[in-house]
């Protein structure tokens, strides 16, 4: 869980600084274009996910919406939340209540409600909690103290947890989160699929022009021989596939671009330093 709770904040994390808009123009710079018509990336986006058009609307619930969205892709963010995504905050309370995780206790990336007296009209998501005192990222807000609802900016906020402004916590359920990438598990490593939330298993895998081999429980393979459409590879103890000259077991061998180990006769040719090089391999 520890992971996952560190993924949202550090999402939330990466929009601080980020500015709303005059208009629909840059909406996705951080400060290009800043005005105070609640034009925002998140909006935009809130409005491809759940079809409302709520551009140029007061956004801290749309902030928040679409940060869970960014961390763990749509169809998990609906359920974490409560159900669906919201624009409203009195709609995000109430499907955190109707779900069972509706909390007093603050912890760190809990959605927290702030009341005018009336209803829940601010929100944001917590990112540190002490003895003492929350921490927490909001969108459409200031640096200001206290709550600013409509501040116009992505902030890091302190409050008091005794703050008599804040409603309550809606608790998301992390067991919900969908795995997304490099994982460290049962003494190997997996990749998780974002799309699917599913480990790669019984295939190649490239990730930044490396090519890994998952077996069919989804642990990468590595420090051994594999052999696929009839060539052989080799995994090394990164698990990436080799190419070029290599040394394995003591003996020498050349794979090719693609990883195939060679098995015909190959002429080596020194270059015009004098090192030997075979043409087939890229320089």
């Known amino acids: 869980m520890e992971n996952t709770v560190k993924k949202l904040i550090d999402q939330a994390a990466h929009w601080v600084g980020y500015l709303e808009k005059k208009s629909n ?48 892709c749509l169809d ?46 601010h929100t944001g998501i917590v990112m540190e909690v002490t003895a003492t005192k929350i921490k927490t990222i909001e969108g459409n807000t200031s640096g200001a103290s206290g709550v600013i609802e409509n501040g116009g900016g992505v902030c890091q906020k302190t409050y008091s947890r ?19 990438g490099w994982q460290q598990e049962n003494g190997g490593w ?17 990730d930044n022009g490396r090519w890994y081999w ?4 989804g642990m990468m393979v590595t ?5 696929y459409k009839g ?25 090719d671009d693609e990883g195939r180990m060679q098995t015909e006769p190959i002429t080596l040719t020194p270059d015009q330093n004098g090192a030997l090089r075979w043409p087939g391999l890229a320089e």
Request: proline share 4%; with cysteine; glycine share 10%.
């Open 214 to 217: 998952f077996d069919g429980a």
């Open 76 to 121: 998990t963010a609906r359920k974490m939340l409560g159900g669906s995504l919201y624009h409203y905050c009195p709609t995000g309370v109430n499907q955190f209540k109707k779900a069972g995780r509706w909390s007093q206790t603050p912890e760190p990336g809990a959605v927290v409600f702030f009341t005018n007296g009336q209803r829940a009209y």
């Open 162 to 180: 005794s703050y008599g402004k804040i409603l309550g916590y809606g608790l998301p359920d992390w067991s919900l989160a969908v795995k997304a």
């Open 25 to 72: 123009a840059h909406l996705d710079d951080f400060t290009a274009n800043a005005g105070s018509n609640n034009y925002t990336c998140f909006a935009r986006d809130y409005k491809a996910h759940t079809c409302g058009n709520y551009q140029a609307q007061p956004w801290c619930a749309i902030f928040v919406s679409e940060v869970f969205v960014q961390a763990f």
């Open 231 to 255: 060539d052989w590879y080799y995994l090394g103890s990164d698990g990436v596939m080799v190419k070029g000259q290599q040394t394995i077991d003591g003996k020498w061998y050349i794979m």
């Open 190 to 206: 997996r990749y998780y699929l974002d799309d699917t939330g599913e480990p790669i298993r019984n295939a190649w895998y490239e």
């Open 223 to 227: 420090d051994t021989w594999y052999r």
